[in-house]
T-cell receptor, first 112, second 113 residues
Framework: LAKTTQPISMDSYEGQEVNITCSHN???????ITWYQQFPSQGPRFIIQ???TKVTNEVASLFIPADRKSSTLSLPRVSLSDTAVYYC?????????????FGQGTELSVKP | EPEVTQTPSHQVTQMGQEVILRCVPI?????FYWYRQILGQKVEFLVS????????KSEIFDDQFSVERPDGSNFTLKIRSTKLEDSAMYFC???????????FGSGTRLTVV
């Protein structure tokens, strides 16, 4: 499974766009990139998943360059409620077990 | 929005006792998982379950742990003889297919005293 590296923490202010970059140099051909969000004492929540280029949903955008060795989660106009830990995960969805390997994540703190 | 439901939300048990953590996954989901998170640490994979059998399990998931899907709706995690180090938040998760994200439950906080 590809190892991921992301900043331990980030600070932002309400209304700003936040970009969290994840490095995954050893990503394999069949691997997808997935981001989860976790609030304290809650289970992780799926945000977005992609393989290459750009994916956008109602919550976030995911940018993946051509070499796929990194990815950037973009949260537009964050609010206080976006304060959470964000995890970047890389893996092959066809893997029979389909397990997720979580790292330490990025603790995002949004201030007023 | 469909939810994964876990009960109880908090359980306190004495060391050496058996506990059963219960989960009701989303009804049309096919893949089921248990994860745990010790306070202040990473979320750790325990076991995956598909087609009524374990697909993969981690080193944590030793002989003290077992999973069952007894009736097509519930998905349980049993710890036969709890240890202090089993104290953690246990999350159940499910998903409908390999290209879909997981839906996690809110967790059961297990405290072993």
């Amino acid at each position: 499974l590809a190892k991921t590296t992301q900043p331990i923490s980030m600070d932002s202010y309400e209304g700003q766009e936040v970009n969290i970059t994840c490095s995954h140099n050893n990503i394999a051909t069949n691997d997808y990139i997935t981001w989860y969000q976790q609030f304290p004492s809650q289970g992780p929540r799926f945000i977005i998943q992609g393989y290459k280029t750009k994916v956008t949903n109602e919550v976030a955008s995911l940018f993946i360059p051509a070499d796929r060795k990194s990815s950037t989660l973009s949260l537009p106009r964050v609010s206080l409620s976006d304060t959470a830990v964000y995890y970047c995960l890389v893996g092959d969805p066809y893997n029979q077990g389909g397990k997720l390997i979580f790292g330490q994540g990025t603790e995002l703190s949004v201030k007023p | 929005e469909p939810e994964v439901t876990q009960t109880p939300s908090h359980q306190v048990t004495q060391m050496g006792q058996e506990v059963i953590l219960r989960c009701v996954p989303i009804s049309n989901h096919l893949y089921f998982y248990w994860y745990r998170q010790i306070l202040g640490q990473k979320v750790e994979f325990l076991v995956s379950f598909y087609n009524n059998e374990i697909s993969e399990k981690s080193e944590i998931f030793d002989d003290q742990f077992s999973v069952e899907r007894p009736d097509g709706s519930n998905f349980t995690l049993k710890i036969r003889s709890t240890k202090l180090e089993d104290s953690a938040m246990y999350f159940c998760a499910s998903r409908t297919g390999v290209f879909y994200g997981y839906t996690f439950g809110s967790g059961t906080r297990l405290t072993v005293v």
